[in-house]
């Protein structure tokens, strides 16, 4: 801990003398500018924390519709699975059974209304695909994911074990639109509420209080069967 050390003056007469006057003048006139700098300080921060929470619901935050390959996302290629920009979209391929891919925008949100349009290129429809809220790494994020086979849920992968927290598997839904037919996807994450929207249809809503906030982004996966491909188009991240 630092020694805050106290001043000392040589009094005459019961007045300081003419240098310490000046001393304390100066003393007195430091303290003066730095409270004003600590005031101006504190008025920029909390300007800054009323612009963050006066953001309208409806305000798109983020959206990209993959035309420009430069947009920030993931660009990745190996045997075991491609993720890049294809055709005015974003295709995920997974070439290995029981293999999850996915893609970030390298950005962060807290309260998010996350959407997606998505639809099976290529291979299996008993495959998974969807999308990430609160993404803070490889291990640790919320899923929201449907089929091409007609399956939706929700789901955490925290320190590499994934868990669905929508119910013991994945459940079918007649909202989800089978085989090769696009899907629109919303995933809401406010506060502990995750809810899954498909075609305008909520699926499903948990409750969770892993992370506050975090990245966002686009999964692909397979089961079995290797093959998937999963394209993505028109991802939007709006405040709820």
């Given at each position: 801990?630092?020694?805050?050390?106290?001043?000392?003056?040589?009094?005459?007469?019961?007045?300081?003398?003419?240098?310490?006057?000046?001393?304390?003048?100066?003393?007195?006139?430091?303290?003066?500018?730095?409270?004003?700098?600590?005031?101006?300080?504190a008025s920029i921060l909390g300007a800054c924390r009323w612009l963050e929470i006066s953001v309208p619901p409806g305000e798109v935050l983020f959206q990209?519709?993959?035309?420009?390959?430069?947009?920030?996302?993931?660009?990745?290629?190996?045997?075991?699975?491609?993720?890049?920009?294809?055709?005015?979209?974003?295709?995920?391929?997974?070439s290995q059974p029981d293999t999850d891919a996915w893609s970030t925008p390298n950005l962060e949100f807290d309260n998010v209304r996350i959407e997606v349009?998505?639809a099976k290129v290529a291979g299996p429809d008993d495959n998974v695909y969807g999308i990430l809220c609160r993404y803070q790494g490889p291990e640790d994020?919320?899923?929201?994911?449907?089929?091409?086979?007609?399956?939706?849920?929700?789901?955490?992968?925290?320190?590499?074990?994934?868990?669905?927290?929508?119910?013991?598997?994945?459940?079918?839904?007649?909202?989800?639109?089978?085989?090769?037919?696009?899907?629109?996807?919303?995933?809401?994450?406010?506060?502990?509420?995750?809810?899954?929207?498909?075609?305008?249809?909520?699926?499903?809503?948990?409750?969770?209080?892993?992370?506050?906030?975090?990245?966002?982004?686009?999964?692909?996966?397979?089961?079995?069967?290797?093959?998937?491909?999963?394209?993505?188009?028109?991802?939007?991240?709006?405040?709820?």
């Amino acid at each position: 801990m630092a020694t805050i050390e106290k001043a000392h003056a040589t009094w005459i007469g019961g007045k300081a003398t003419g240098k310490m006057q000046l001393e304390i003048a100066g003393l007195a006139s430091s303290h003066l500018k730095q409270a004003a700098a600590a005031f101006l300080l504190a008025s920029i921060l909390g300007a800054c924390r009323w612009l963050e929470i006066s953001v309208p619901p409806g305000e798109v935050l983020f959206q990209d519709n993959f035309s420009h390959s430069a947009s920030g996302w993931d660009r990745y290629q190996d045997a075991t699975y491609v993720a890049d920009y294809v055709d005015d979209g974003y295709h995920i391929r997974v070439s290995q059974p029981d293999t999850d891919a996915w893609s970030t925008p390298n950005l962060e949100f807290d309260n998010v209304r996350i959407e997606v349009d998505a639809a099976k290129v290529a291979g299996p429809d008993d495959n998974v695909y969807g999308i990430l809220c609160r993404y803070q790494g490889p291990e640790d994020y919320y899923f929201f994911m449907i089929s091409s086979d007609g399956y939706a849920g929700i789901g955490v992968n925290k320190d590499g074990r994934r868990q669905l927290l929508s119910g013991d598997s994945m459940l079918p839904s007649e909202a989800v639109r089978r085989g090769e037919a696009p899907n629109h996807l919303r995933a809401d994450c406010i506060g502990y509420v995750l809810a899954l929207y498909v075609n305008g249809v909520q699926i499903a809503e948990v409750r969770a209080a892993e992370w506050s906030r975090g990245d966002v982004g686009i999964i692909a996966g397979t089961y079995e069967t290797p093959g998937a491909e999963i394209r993505f188009d028109n991802f939007s991240v709006v405040q709820p």
